[in-house]
């Protein structure tokens, strides 16, 4: 079965362009987490659905981010302007009645 | 926010020594998640631990729920060389919250 699929693997892209990071969840799963790693800070929630409902976005950094997930097997992470800051590691995990969660792969992404 | 504390940051070892870490909490957790990540990938569990006192096994790897409900340890014996990675706790607060706080990590380097 397939795991936790997120696309693209590697993003660059220059500062004030608008970057859309994607996830496909586990399916069967109810609950999809996004996550935020960088060295500084490690790893951290910015949002989580449960059911397609976003129910906690207190983790996201600013208004430039947003999250949407239409349907239960999809779900975006949108940076719109992107600032070298944004510069990190985003993951996407999933999970079954919130307990154990399974991360994606993640995507690097660079903003020069 | 909670913070967990994990410890220690980097371990230097042998191959075939036996290994263990720890995590601790500023508040009482629920659930504690270990997980491993290597260069490149998302993190994987390892091991879930839903109750307090609780030990879980799997493979040369033993978690154990702390009974105050604040801190989890985790250990390996007999380690070999593709242990190596880095080790994150996490847990989920008793308040109900769904997503996980994150430990810094602990990075496991193994000298053959």
């Known amino acids: ?112 | 926010g909670q913070q967990l504390n994990q410890s220690p940051q980097s371990m230097f070892i042998q191959e075939g020594e036996d290994v263990s870490m720890n995590c601790t909490s500023s508040s009482i957790f629920n659930t504690w998640l270990w997980y491993k990540q290597e260069p490149g990938e998302g993190p994987v569990l390892l091991i879930a631990l839903y109750k307090a006192g609780e030990l879980t096994s799997n493979g040369r790897l033993t978690a154990q729920f702390g009974i105050t409900r604040k801190d989890s340890f985790l250990n390996i014996s007999a380690s070999i060389p593709s242990d190596v990675g880095i080790y994150f706790c996490a847990g989920r607060d008793l308040g109900g919250a769904d997503g996980l706080t994150f430990g810094k990590g602990t990075h496991l380097i193994i000298q053959p």
């Open chain 1, 1 to 112: 079965d397939a795991g936790v699929i997120q696309s693209p693997r590697h993003e660059v892209t220059e500062m004030g362009q608008e970057v859309t990071l994607r996830c496909k969840p586990i399916s069967g799963h109810d609950y999809l987490f996004w996550y935020r790693q960088t060295m500084m800070r490690g790893l951290e929630l910015l949002i989580y659905f449960n059911n397609n409902v976003p129910i906690d976005d207190s983790g996201m950094p600013e208004d430039r981010f947003s999250a949407k997930m239409p349907n239960a097997s999809f779900s975006t992470l949108k940076i719109q302007p992107s600032e070298p800051r944004d510069s990190a590691v985003y993951f996407c995990a999933s999970s079954f009645r919130g307990y154990e969660q399974y991360f994606g792969p993640g995507t690097r992404l660079t903003v020069t």
